[in-house]
């Protein structure tokens, strides 16, 4: 067996596994991800068609502090979603808030020492603004930055992403019992100017203005499209070549090989997504990120069934390495919405006693979905090995919230020097035994976690 290599875990806040928060703003009642931005927008005016903003507001000072109890290790705040509602005070549209949110929300971090990210989306942007080069305005996918001398191609091409969206929301909603939902609201084409630039020259300055006014600790873009979308490669030289201190990913990056990014990330909405992930991307070498919605869903901001679902994905994706960013919805009061929130805080509670073995951890390298030499006599668990402190932390992620006694056996060929075997965080030593050429542990019921149990395996050094 490999030995973990203490000095490999200083590592800076982005480069290691931790918790992280996304405070959204997009989950508007009676609007859905993929919204009608003809209806939408209009319904953001007042009668004399000027820019009205009815929400949702931001509680900063709740929202940080909120960030703070359950011990966050950096945050995210949507400074721009996808309708394009600016959440500070830019000089590049009316489309803002009358109150500078990024602002409070960067001097609020700063006091309490979070790292602190703007979500900005950069792909696509509702702005009406952009309705004369917008290619559909009646879906959220619409590619306004996409080199093309084909508009009819750029047209297709946001509708059939729209319908992979569609269609994948639609499966895992039917997976959990949910009703279906119709996507799709009298989807037409039309037709549009074909001038890219007009959206990457407010893109690019806006970007500047977010990192010169609030000193951001990184830029968390949504979402990477590849050569597809100019966008995205127009930031990463951006910043390259300005800002190289200013901590960058983009979401949906965590499967491609991004020319200039520091972390990779991606999005893990329930276990068995999760567990998948974070067995793939274990010995990843840049450092990554999933997120997926503390609630239900991204606009569907309803506690889950299962409160202890939540517990489960995070601990996966940390004890392989990965930080987990959950994104929390707000009301259009400003107050986060109070049961994924409730939720939130237990985990919060949890975490914070554990938050060491997954912070200052380094995942085993090892491929596929089982550490050599151990075995676990129940199915319902999954097993996953790190390093802390040159000791060996075994995460038994209980996938059903099983509670029985089970069962550990460890080869003697991998783990025949082992000389003491304790039940993290509470450090309680468990009796094991040798039996030929295994060594045996049984983890008694009451000492079962319903989401992960953790040991720490001590070997002769």
């Given at each position: ?109 700063k ?30 996918p ?86 597809q ?31 200039y ?34 609630a ?89 090995g ?38 993290e ?27 992960d149990?953790i ?7």
């Open positions: 067996m490999q030995t973990g290599n203490k000095s490999e875990n200083i590592k800076k806040w982005w480069e290691r596994p931790g918790l992280g928060i996304m405070y959204q703003i997009e989950a508007r009642p009676g609007w859905i991800w993929n919204r009608n931005y003809d209806k939408f927008n209009a319904s953001m005016r007042d009668e004399n068609g000027n820019f009205r903003f009815n929400g949702p507001f931001c509680k900063m000072k709740k929202w940080v502090e909120f960030s703070k109890k359950i011990s966050v290790d950096y945050h995210v705040f949507e400074a721009k979603w996808h309708d394009g509602i600016c959440y500070w005070d830019t000089k590049f549209t009316d489309w803002k808030t009358p109150e500078d949110y990024c602002k409070i929300y960067a001097e609020e971090s006091k309490v020492g979070i790292p602190f990210m703007f979500y900005y989306s950069s792909i696509f942007d509702h702005n009406p603004h952009f309705d004369d080069i917008q290619p559909l305005r009646c879906i959220t619409s590619y306004i930055a996409m080199h093309s001398d084909n508009k009819e191609k750029i047209t297709k091409f946001s509708m059939s992403i729209a319908k992979t969206i569609e269609n994948m929301v639609k499966t895992n909603r039917s997976e959990r019992g949910e009703y279906n939902i119709e996507f799709f609201d009298d989807v037409r084409f039309h037709d549009f100017i074909y001038n890219p630039k007009k959206y990457e020259v407010y893109l690019i300055n806006q970007i500047k203005e977010l990192i010169d006014n609030y000193n951001p600790n990184g830029m968390w873009m949504d979402w990477y499209s590849g050569e979308e100019a966008s995205t490669f127009i930031v990463m030289d951006f910043l390259e070549k300005n800002y190289p201190g200013v901590i960058l990913t983009y979401n949906v990056s965590i499967e491609r090989n991004p020319r990014i520091h972390f990779l990330s991606g999005e893990a909405h329930d276990v068995k997504t999760a567990w998948k992930a974070g067995n793939k991307h274990r010995s990843k070498e840049k450092p990554w990120e999933l997120c997926g919605p503390a239900y869903g991204w606009d569907v901001p309803l506690v889950r069934s299962d409160p202890i679902e939540i517990f489960r994905i995070a601990a996966i994706i940390m004890a392989s390495g990965g930080k987990f960013c959950f994104g929390l919805p707000s009301q259009m009061d400003g107050e986060i919405y109070p049961e994924p929130a409730k939720n939130l805080e237990k985990f919060g509670e949890w975490y914070i006693l554990r938050k060491t073995l997954f912070t200052e951890a380094v995942p085993m390298d090892y491929i596929g979905k089982k550490i050599p030499g151990i075995e676990i006599n129940d199915d319902k668990f999954g097993v996953i790190a390093f802390h402190e040159n000791d060996h932390l075994i995460h038994l992620i209980n996938f059903n919230g099983t509670k029985k006694e089970i069962k550990l056996s460890f080869t003697s060929q991998h783990w025949g020097s082992i000389v003491k075997i304790l039940l965080p509470d450090k309680k030593e468990l009796e094991y035994s040798s039996q030929d050429t295994e060594i045996i542990v049984n983890i008694h019921e009451e000492d079962l976690d319903l989401a149990t040991l720490r395996v001590i070997k002769k050094k």
